[in-house]
């Protein structure tokens, strides 16, 4: 194993975690006369609002490194990390789709609070933010296991019902320069996608990984992305949403906030005018 694949840092404890090759000159795929792409990793996506905001402030109300990679995939390799600092208290009455909206908006609200006056780093051009929940097959809400047994039982659980379902709440915010109420616009999202776990996985599978702590600090205890995608037969929907973050509806909400301001004058115009409301 190559050593660039070997984890620089381990698994975090409980507590701490609630805190393609070119082608060949000689394939027959080749192109005559082609040329070769440059070495190095691909270009970013060449899109005017994605280009716009590689020179701006992009901040993340998220310590999760999942989602500043797949920030990354899109382009966006500077990004400053602001961790929301509220409670995500809410209460889970609400219901799974309107608790992870209304978290993952307070995130951004929070972080927009705290950084819209920033003097040393300047305006943030962007906040994104997300939530991710697991609501098991009986509707139950499950965030990040607690402990070991906790983790275990959760673990469980799921690999006994079957199916669940990951959803995640995407927000996305832009300060305003108008002084138009409130300032900001923001965009949200939340994304569905139903995972069904192995039901032939044993309790000494489901313990050894537990023992790895790859699931710590990710929403019903498991990572897609690592080793526990052993215990996942198969997903219906995003794969990134499992990840932690829908990349093609965080991009399309990108796109909607960073439209031009005149584009937003009107609508409000249309709207004070009753032309809106008109079939």
Avoid: W
Wanted: one cysteine or more; glycine letters at 6%.
């Amino acid at each position: 194993m190559s050593a660039q694949l070997i984890p620089v840092e381990p698994p975090p404890s409980y507590e701490d975690a609630r805190k393609s090759p070119i082608p060949d000159s000689k394939s027959p795929s080749a192109t005559p006369g082609a040329r070769k792409p440059p070495p190095g990793p691909p270009p970013p996506l060449d899109v005017p609002y994605l280009n716009d905001l590689r020179r701006q402030r992009v901040v993340l109300a998220s310590a999760s490194p999942r989602r500043r990679q797949l920030l990354a995939q899109i382009g966006l390799y500077k990004i400053d990390i602001c961790p929301s600092k509220f409670a995500e208290d809410l209460p889970y009455s609400l219901g799974a789709l309107n608790y992870v909206l209304e978290t993952a908006s307070a995130k951004a609200m929070d972080v927009y609070k705290r950084e819209i006056d920033n003097h040393e780093k300047g305006e943030p051009a962007i906040i994104i933010s997300a939530d991710t929940i697991i609501v098991s097959h009986d509707g139950r809400i499950l965030e990040k296991p607690r402990g070991e047994v906790d983790h275990l039982n959760m673990l469980k659980m799921l690999r006994d019902q079957g199916e669940h379902k990951v959803m995640t709440a995407v927000a996305v915010m832009r300060p305003l320069e108008s002084a138009v109420e409130p300032g900001y616009k923001m965009e949200t999202h939340v994304e569905e996608t139903t995972v069904k776990f192995d039901s032939n996985v044993s309790d000494e599978l489901i313990l050894a990984y537990v023992r790895t702590r790859d699931g710590n600090d990710k929403a019903g205890g498991y990572g897609i992305q690592t080793a526990g995608s052993i215990l996942i037969e198969r997903i219906e929907g995003s794969y990134d949403n499992v990840v932690g973050l829908p990349l093609r509806a965080t991009l399309r909400l990108i796109e909607k906030v960073m439209e031009p301001e005149e584009d937003l004058d009107e609508e409000l115009d249309n709207v004070f005018d009753g032309k809106a409301y008109e079939d």
